[in-house]
């Protein structure tokens, strides 16, 4: 069993910068690869970026690659999300989740965490 919460989202400029954190917790928690999804009002939920275990394997979706850099720190139990640049287009809840392999796909992921959003204005 594996418990997330994300942490540090919140009301920023555009142009501005934001470091998601999702706290992890959980038997063999170091084996789990992570993954960052995000929803924005009335839309679907959608992939933005996953990492393996090891961080050797990463992936982004277009629409934030060059701008958002995920990283972890397995000895914190912790997955990062860096975003820089931020546009009015990234308004959404950040999502993290925890699976066995770094897919771009939701459900390949079997925890998810409750949520943080992130706002960015004009």
Do not use: H
Not at 29 to 43: D, V
Not at 61 to 80: E, H, L, M, P, Q
């Amino acid at each position: 069993q594996v418990q997330l919460v994300e942490s540090g989202g919140g009301l920023v400029q555009a142009g501005a910068s934001l470091k998601l954190s999702c706290a992890a917790s959980g038997r063999t928690l170091s084996s789990y690869s992570m993954g960052w999804f995000r929803q924005a009002p009335g839309k679907e939920r959608e992939f933005v970026a996953a990492i393996s275990w090891s961080g050797g394997t990463i992936y982004y979706a277009d629409s934030v690659k060059g701008r958002f850099t995920i990283s972890r720190d397995n000895a914190k139990s912790t997955v990062y999300l860096q975003m820089n640049s931020l546009k009015p287009e990234d308004t959404a809840v950040y999502y993290c989740a925890a699976g066995l392999v770094p897919a771009t796909s939701g459900p390949l992921y079997r925890y998810w965490g409750q949520g943080t959003q992130v706002t960015v204005s004009s």
